[in-house]
């Protein structure tokens, strides 16, 4: 039997041309293939009423969180900084209820770069609006315009964490973020980390609430890299 695993979905709301000004409900395609070849059935969460939360996950085996916009900082008691880029409260409402329905019936949670600092938020951390407001920030973390099948920065893993045996000690990610875990929740530890300090991974304390969350891009370079197909492979059929 093959591990359902709901992704939860990004929205496009302004009107582009690709779509003939229609809105979408929509995933990248990375994270789709990247389940199916792990052997994995994903199904497409939409952006929808925090009412439905609990229905979705006691459908799924599994949750994948995407990356995307800022998260409304109002969720960790800030006001937006003008360095605040898009948000988008509706998938941030959708997705904090998807957690913590997931976190109450005992799903994984796998969390990718804004899925990462959600998770962190949702369970009582806070996030940098912006790395400039990182004292030690000293790493690009937003590696536009390279393309992202290159790895521009090393990480460093925890050797006693889910990621070493995947990755390794010493790794190379992509990057495309501006925000950052600033206060981490304390049901997470942090298992990796850029040279400058920023959080680049997390697990749960509770080895019983599995839960993997990595700041870097895997769905963009699976394909290419096989130790990022490692992440989806162990999220698939491990977690
Ligand atoms: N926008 C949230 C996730 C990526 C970033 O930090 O920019």
Redesign the pocket.
Known sequence: MKSVIGIAANQIIQSVDVFNGNHVSYTPQGFVTAVQNAGGLPIVLPIGAEETAEAYISKIDKLLLA?????SPDFFGEDPHPKL?ETNRNRDLFEIALIKEAVKQKKPIFAV??GM?LLNVVLGGTLYQDLSLYPDWKVKHGQQPTQPQFATHGIQIEKASSLYPLLGEDYRVNS?????INKLAAPLKIIAKSSDGIAEAIESVDAKQRILGVQWHPELRFDIESKEFNLFDYFVNQL
Do not use: K, L, P
């Not at 990356?67 to 998260?71: E, L, P, V």
């Not at 495309?176 to 950052?180: D, F, I, L, P």
């Open positions: 990356g995307g916009q800022d998260i880029e770069c804004r600092q495309y973020h501006h925000q950052a």
